[in-house]
């Protein structure tokens, strides 16, 4: 066992074989150690009740499938109970509305069992530092990755409509660009956002042509209504619809 693995692994699958192959394909990566199997959402629990401190898991891989207490039930639960340790949750095909109930029960990352051992590899490596991959986006910065995962849980339980969800697109704001799209939902101008921030108006026009660029999408009021509609910002009492010529362009009043 490596002195100080990077990862370190509890692989929960009710097939023998499985964890074995998985145990397998990560032998030759130094930095990931398997620490402890179970074969059941029970079983698991009670491991991690159980594991010494320096056994204790920083990244788990759960089957969707399981026996007894449901893949999802033991993602919830880790979540709650053992915080540090990232959840990736594997299933034997993809699918949107599997992964968009993984992320709701806390996952950090979703694949099908057919992942390349290399991509495994490195998902885990990144859940186990905190982040979280979503469809191949990375959040890597907790609070970022914090604040967009624990309002998408917070969806109401209804909300499984893929194509009202648009999954692919969780695309990461970064802070600064979650607090200028706030303000523009309270009607505030460049100026006005500027002044609030200590920022120029031109890092103002940045951010929004960055926030625009990250979403595809063409004006600022789109933007927020994106983003209110998945619980990004909080919805303010009016918000100010402006033409689409105002996106990254408030000349009457930045200069």
């Not at 969707?64 to 893949?71: A, E, K, R, T, V």
Request: proline share 6%.
């Amino acid at each position: 066992m490596s002195a100080n693995p990077a990862v370190k692994l509890l692989i929960v699958d009710d097939h023998p074989l499985f964890r074995q192959g998985v145990r397998a394909a990560l032998s030759m990566c130094r930095d990931i150690v398997v620490v402890g199997e179970a074969s059941s959402g029970e079983e698991a629990l009670e491991w991690m009740n159980n594991a010494p401190p320096n056994l204790e898991p920083n990244a788990v891989v759960v089957d969707l499938n399981l026996p007894g207490i449901s893949g999802l039930e033991l993602t919830r639960q880790l979540r709650l109970n053992y915080p540090g340790a990232g959840v990736v949750v594997l299933s034997v095909y993809e699918s949107d509305e599997q992964a968009f109930n993984a992320l709701r029960a806390g996952a950090s990352a979703y694949r099908s069992k057919d992942v390349h051992p290399d991509e495994l590899a490195d998902v885990l490596r990144r859940v186990a530092r905190g982040e979280y991959v979503i469809n191949d986006v990375v959040l890597d910065d907790p609070k970022v990755a914090g604040r967009v995962l624990s309002q998408f849980r917070n969806l109401p339980q209804d909300m499984t409509n893929l194509q009202e969800i648009e999954f692919p697109l969780f695309t990461p704001l970064s802070d600064r660009e979650i607090e200028v799209l706030e303000r523009i939902a309270a009607g505030g101008s460049n100026r006005e956002i500027a002044e609030a921030l200590h920022i120029s108006t031109q890092t103002v026009k940045n951010h929004i042509s960055s926030i625009l660029r990250k979403l595809s999408l063409n004006d600022r009021t789109q933007a927020v209504l994106y983003a209110l509609r998945r619980g990004w910002i909080e919805a303010p009492g009016t918000i100010r619809s402006e033409p689409p010529s105002s996106d990254v362009e408030d000349d009457d009043e930045d200069e």
